[in-house]
């Protein structure tokens, strides 16, 4: 990897994964999770649950995934909240992915990727979510900033909302499914790469079995839709079948509803990190 100024991400991701599980957590400050927190809807709160679960799970879990939507929604206050977030869980040991879910022309790329993949940008943080739907292409200075930084970007391909499935599943001229030509192609930008490169994509727990084929994705497979969308940890068997061992499995509510007890917290994500690991020994 030529340029790169430390390991890539695809080794940090499963270093982090040999040493904690496969586990991302969701941080999602929903008003009905702050409401059952005993939490108002300010700023203040969210920074009171999103800090709880920062020190509940950095030290455990290998990923957090913060939902920038959930603190832009206050404004400045929020983001301020979003950046202490990221930093801290960074600094407890976790990988952070930022999930913003962006995708523009390849300039406007350009300076995505500088506000969340640039070691000095207030919000850096190890990976980011990207939507490819302005073209694969378009997210080429994401990609390069990416591996130039150490950092991931996670290119969504099959999610695990309903409303995907026409456009997803469509079937290019070649008969592929646009899913599919996403995963193909972020493989071609990983090849190569041990023990995997440093772009993965997202395919929803909950789309069907074998419905994608990941052999030649070299990546990681963020794989969202556990719990409160319908996804069973068992599930993940049935969809992911031999690629089994690329998902990095994606909860929020499920587990964000064991708080605020930290010690709730933590028990929840290990609750779902062992059946998961179970899952992978069968
Ligand atoms: O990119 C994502 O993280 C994502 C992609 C997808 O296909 N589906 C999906 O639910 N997500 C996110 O994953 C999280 C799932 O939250 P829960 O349904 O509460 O576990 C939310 O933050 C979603 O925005």
């Given at each position: 990897m030529t340029g790169a100024v430390r390991s890539g991400f695809g080794k940090r991701l499963a270093d982090a994964v040999r040493a904690r599980g496969a586990l991302c957590v969701g941080i999602d400050p929903h008003p009905s999770l702050l409401q059952a927190w005993?939490?108002?809807?300010s700023p203040g709160s969210v920074e009171r649950f999103a800090m709880t679960a920062v020190e509940a799970l950095a030290g455990e879990v290998a990923v957090l995934k913060p939902q920038s939507a959930f603190f832009e929604g206050y404004g400045s206050a929020g983001v301020a909240v979003l950046e202490k977030v990221v930093a801290e869980a960074r600094a407890a040991g976790a990988l952070v992915l930022l999930d913003v879910k962006r995708g523009d022309i390849g300039s406007t790329m350009t300076a995505y990727a500088n506000a969340y993949l640039d070691e000095n940008a207030p919000l850096a943080a190890d990976a980011v979510t990207v939507s490819p739907y302005l073209g694969y292409g378009s997210l080429a200075p994401a990609l390069g900033i990416a591996e130039q930084t150490g950092r991931g970007v996670f290119v969504l391909s099959r999610t695990s909302n309903p409303e995907g499935v026409g456009l997803q599943r469509a079937a290019q001229s070649e008969g592929r499914t646009v899913a599919q030509s996403i995963v193909d192609a972020a493989g071609e930008t990983n090849a190569g790469v041990e023990p995997m490169g440093h772009v993965g994509v997202v395919a929803g727990a909950t789309i069907r079995s074998g419905e994608l084929d990941f052999s030649r994705l070299n990546g990681p497979i963020l794989a969202p839709g556990l719990g409160a969308q319908g996804g069973t940890v068992q599930s993940l068997r049935t969809v992911f079948g031999s690629a089994l061992p690329q998902v990095l499995p994606v909860t929020a509510r499920d587990v964000l509803g064991s708080g605020p007890d930290v010690a709730g917290l933590r028990s929840a994500a290990r609750r779902v990190r062992d059946e998961f690991a179970a899952q992978l020994a069968v």
């Amino acid at each position: 990897m030529t340029g790169a100024v430390r390991s890539g991400f695809g080794k940090r991701l499963a270093d982090a994964v040999r040493a904690r599980g496969a586990l991302c957590v969701g941080i999602d400050p929903h008003p009905s999770l702050l409401q059952a927190w005993n939490l108002d809807e300010s700023p203040g709160s969210v920074e009171r649950f999103a800090m709880t679960a920062v020190e509940a799970l950095a030290g455990e879990v290998a990923v957090l995934k913060p939902q920038s939507a959930f603190f832009e929604g206050y404004g400045s206050a929020g983001v301020a909240v979003l950046e202490k977030v990221v930093a801290e869980a960074r600094a407890a040991g976790a990988l952070v992915l930022l999930d913003v879910k962006r995708g523009d022309i390849g300039s406007t790329m350009t300076a995505y990727a500088n506000a969340y993949l640039d070691e000095n940008a207030p919000l850096a943080a190890d990976a980011v979510t990207v939507s490819p739907y302005l073209g694969y292409g378009s997210l080429a200075p994401a990609l390069g900033i990416a591996e130039q930084t150490g950092r991931g970007v996670f290119v969504l391909s099959r999610t695990s909302n309903p409303e995907g499935v026409g456009l997803q599943r469509a079937a290019q001229s070649e008969g592929r499914t646009v899913a599919q030509s996403i995963v193909d192609a972020a493989g071609e930008t990983n090849a190569g790469v041990e023990p995997m490169g440093h772009v993965g994509v997202v395919a929803g727990a909950t789309i069907r079995s074998g419905e994608l084929d990941f052999s030649r994705l070299n990546g990681p497979i963020l794989a969202p839709g556990l719990g409160a969308q319908g996804g069973t940890v068992q599930s993940l068997r049935t969809v992911f079948g031999s690629a089994l061992p690329q998902v990095l499995p994606v909860t929020a509510r499920d587990v964000l509803g064991s708080g605020p007890d930290v010690a709730g917290l933590r028990s929840a994500a290990r609750r779902v990190r062992d059946e998961f690991a179970a899952q992978l020994a069968v």
